[in-house]
């Protein structure tokens, strides 16, 4: 009986979610659809993240640069006549080769020496991007048609929406496969001690180069959307601070647990939204959203560091344990059958 | 010829920031094991104050020193977040960093806007084997080889700086001699916002100092920093002359719009390089 | 010199020492016994002022300096390094009386810590601990990972500075019968508690410390 209600109640949750976010759309105002696409692909790049920083330990400081692949490859293809599909399919893919080109040298780096790579990746990039012609330069791509599959053109947002929940929730779904398969474990062995799993036997460099391109390939399917969704493209959509925007989703929402990443993804960018509404009304000086943001964002990074550093969503598992023990120890103790309270 | 000295010295001046900010990584990674993101807004808040102090008219030299100052506050106010707390891992510590350069960034917007800013430095203009550069570099160079002889010295031959390298060398035996490890690590931040600060001070008279510099300072002092596995002042003195050089050299021979990219190429080339000679067990320790 | 009251220490949950009470006297060597996990260290580490117990006292007549368990050097520092900041606490910089002590340590002044066999670093740690003018030492696993020969001059070192100069010692050790040889009393901390203690020789003819620790043919 208890045996049953518990495997009903690990999928009720995720299933929940899933009805009311598919729900969602429909009943949403433009500007509200708008913040749940950003919502969504945010959340996209940030499980891979959570993925990357949480299972195998390795930090990212440039994962918008795989968003921007992910972009720029869909969006320079349907610039130039490919089927939009076929362009959405290259960006994750594009994303993914280039994280397994360049993770071979950048993966023999651990923790800070690692983070720092990463960054410096990024900059690269954006500083080739920016200079590069047949990317559109500094001033970017313009004129990405919308997506359309099988002569059927996304006009509205609400279309983008339903591409957007569908990319996520398979992307959840690749996530907790590799999470809870055999390499899965291996994984979160590197977490705690690389030289331990590899004594065990676990293919190391293999897996730490398939966490980090799977995580590149979400990031850079989100990019993809991103691309057909606003039409434009420029190298100052991805910076820095983006990637950096991605780190305090996964450490916020909690790393290492997908349900960390869909929390902390809307944390940030409901908050971020606040913030802006705030920051935009009248009264307020020019600067004030940024300002704003970048305090608000700065905080929550340092407060969640310091005083929950699991993150919020096993903080409010270990707490939800804690109850549901004490429960159980209090009905065992008063002789108290479950199926008489 | 002269071209090439001329270049030779810009770049020996736009390293000398770097080498400057790398310092102050190494002053902080050798006691704490914490990599401080955050050490290139301890160089713009310098600037900025600095440029606020002079166009209220305070005197040049005054200024500067009290500017300095403020970066080592800020860096020890710093410290005070990432580790002040105890228990706190250095790799929580180092993402504390990285919030803490955002968190700057609202500072700097808020106090002193987003436009870039400079001021004058040392006036005029000197000739050397017919190569003409302003005399303002002669005392970054000057200063920065002052401040590293300074920094040998202090780690070398004082108790303090003994007791700095002690924590670095092995907290828990600093701990069982007596040692206040949490306070030296405060000290080192201290000491790693002046460091910064003063690159701040000395480079803005030649480069526009905006809000996020600190990015292209931080980058670019790891890069001159791990060339002694972040623990060696001397290697990165070399490394950030290195890079500054380096720049320069591109910039005058090649591409100016590619300075980042030497700086970030030569730095993962340097970093991978490390860790090919090192095995993992020892980089995980570390 | 040393005295401890109904020592109680934490570790989160988890209790490593439960109401140990021991003495050291002025001059005395007392031994500290037990098996690995009793709680010999953390209770050291207490001594030294690096944990905080969660009850009981710490009473130390005079100063007590800490020989850690694994040596512990600085080892990217010179030996006359480590020796200076060993008299941190107490300001001394003068490492001139330590190699008249242990003279071993006079040619190896200038060399790095982390080059030094196990038997010289363990010397060193000695040093680096009586730069602090102790008058109890704490030794904590003097003779782990070192040849006997190497432990028995070490021995003979604390004998010395125990009979010429009144330093108390505490010498914890798996080793139990060289503690029980080289001093004068003992404890036996089991699982975070005193279970046995008397002098020497009488810990030596109890059966049951014998068979535990001592091996049954003691």
């Known amino acids: 009986m208890n045996a049953a209600r518990g495997r009903t109640a690990r999928w009720l949750p995720a299933a929940a979610t899933a009805a009311v976010t598919l729900a969602l759309p429909p009943l949403l105002s433009s500007s509200h659809l708008s913040i749940y696409i950003l919502l969504g692909l945010a959340a996209i790049v940030t499980v891979g993240l959570s993925m990357s920083m949480g299972y195998a330990g390795q930090v990212s400081l440039g994962q918008a640069a795989f968003y921007a692949i992910g972009g720029y490859t869909a969006g320079l293809l349907a610039v130039h006549g490919v089927p939009p599909l076929a362009g959405l399919l290259a960006a994750p893919l594009a994303a993914a080769a280039f994280a397994l080109v360049v993770g071979v040298p950048l993966l023999r780096l651990r923790g800070h020496h690692l983070a720092f790579a990463t960054l410096a990746m990024q900059l690269i990039l954006l500083s080739l991007v920016s200079q590069a012609d047949w990317t559109g330069g500094a001033i970017g791509l313009q004129g990405v048609p919308r997506f359309s599959v099988g002569g059927v053109e996304f006009a509205d947002d609400i279309a983008y929406a339903y591409l957007v929940w569908a990319a996520a929730a398979g992307t959840l779904l690749v996530a907790r496969n590799i999470v809870t398969s055999r390499p899965g474990r291996g994984l979160r062995a590197l977490a705690t001690s690389e030289t331990a799993a590899a004594a065990s036997g676990v293919p190391v460099g293999r897996y730490r180069l398939t966490v980090f391109a799977t995580a590149a390939a979400f990031a850079g399917l989100a990019g993809g959307i991103y691309a057909f969704y606003l039409g434009y493209l420029s190298p100052g959509s991805f910076p820095v601070l983006l990637s950096v925007e991605y780190v305090v989703m996964a450490v916020v929402g909690g790393l290492g647990t997908l349900w960390g990443a869909l929390v902390g993804a809307t944390a940030i960018v409901l908050l971020v939204q606040v913030l802006n509404t705030i920051g935009t009304q009248p009264g307020m000086p020019a600067h004030a959203p940024s300002v704003l943001s970048y305090a608000v964002y700065a905080l929550l990074l340092v407060l969640v560091v310091l005083f929950l550093p699991r993150g919020i969503v096993p903080a409010v598992r270990a707490r939800l344990d804690r109850v549901h023990t004490a429960d159980r120890a209090g009905r065992a103790t008063t002789g108290q059958h479950p199926s008489t309270s | 010829m002269t071209e090439l000295l001329q270049y030779l010295v810009t770049g020996l001046g736009g390293g000398c920031a770097f080498a400057l900010v790398g310092s102050g990584l190494v002053v902080v990674y050798r006691v704490t094991r914490v990599v401080n993101f955050a050490q290139g807004s301890f160089a713009v808040i310098a600037a900025m104050t600095a440029s606020t102090l002079l166009a209220s008219g305070l005197p040049h030299g005054l200024a500067e020193a009290l500017a300095v100052a403020v970066g080592a506050v800020t860096g020890a106010a710093v410290g005070l977040v990432a580790i002040g707390k105890p228990g706190t891992p250095p790799d929580a510590s180092l993402i504390v960093t990285l919030g803490l350069g955002v968190f700057a960034y609202a500072v700097e917007i808020l106090v002193w806007g987003d436009q870039p800013r400079s001021f004058r430095g040392v006036p005029g203009a000197v000739d050397l084997f017919g190569a003409r550069f302003q005399a303002h570099y002669l005392l970054i160079i000057g200063a920065t080889l002052a401040v590293f002889a300074g920094l040998g010295l202090l780690f070398a031959r004082t108790d303090i700086g003994r007791a700095l390298s002690a924590c670095a060398s092995n907290p828990y035996a600093a701990r069982v001699v007596g040692i206040d490890v949490t306070r030296m690590g405060l000290l080192s931040f201290g000491v790693a916002g002046a460091l910064g600060g003063l690159a701040g001070i000395l480079v803005t008279p030649i480069q526009l100092v905006t809000f996020d510099y600190d990015v292209t300072l931080v980058v670019g002092g790891f890069a001159a920093a791990i060339l002694g596995g972040l623990m060696r002042p001397a290697l990165t003195l070399v490394g950030g002359l290195l890079l500054g050089v380096a720049q320069a050299l591109v910039a005058g021979y090649g591409n100016g719009a590619y300075q980042l990219e030497v700086a970030l190429v030569l730095l993962l080339t340097v970093m991978i390089w490390r860790a090919a000679r090192q095995p993992i067990a020892q980089q995980e320790a570390a | ?218």
């Open chain 3, 1 to 218: 010199m040393l005295e401890v009251s109904e020592l109680t220490v934490r570790y989160g949950l988890a209790t490593a020492l439960d109401r140990v009470s021991l003495t050291v006297g002025a001059g005395e060597m007392v031994a500290l016994i037990g098996p690995n996990g009793a709680g010999k260290s953390t209770l050291v580490n207490t001594l030294s002022g690096i944990l905080s117990p969660a009850g009981g006292t710490v009473t130390v007549r005079g100063r007590l300096a800490h020989v850690p368990e694994g040596r512990q050097l600085f080892p990217d520092l010179t030996v006359d390094d480590n020796l200076r900041l060993g008299g941190w606490r107490v300001r001394n910089r003068d490492t001139g009386p330590i190699y008249d002590v242990l003279p071993a340590l006079a040619p190896l002044r200038r060399r790095r810590a982390g080059q030094l066999s196990g038997g010289q670093q363990q010397m060193v740690a000695v040093g680096r601990a009586l730069m602090a003018r102790p008058d109890v030492l704490a030794v904590d696993e003097l003779s782990l990972g070192l040849a006997p020969l190497v432990v028995a001059d070490l021995v003979r070192h604390l004998r010395t500075l125990n009979a010429e100069r009144g330093l108390a010692v505490l010498l914890i050790e798996q080793n139990a019968r060289l503690a029980l040889d080289l001093c004068g009393r003992g404890y036996v901390l089991e699982a975070g508690r005193v279970v046995a203690a008397g002098t020497a020789a009488d810990l030596a003819a109890d059966p049951r410390v014998a068979a535990a620790y001592l091996g049954a043919a003691a």
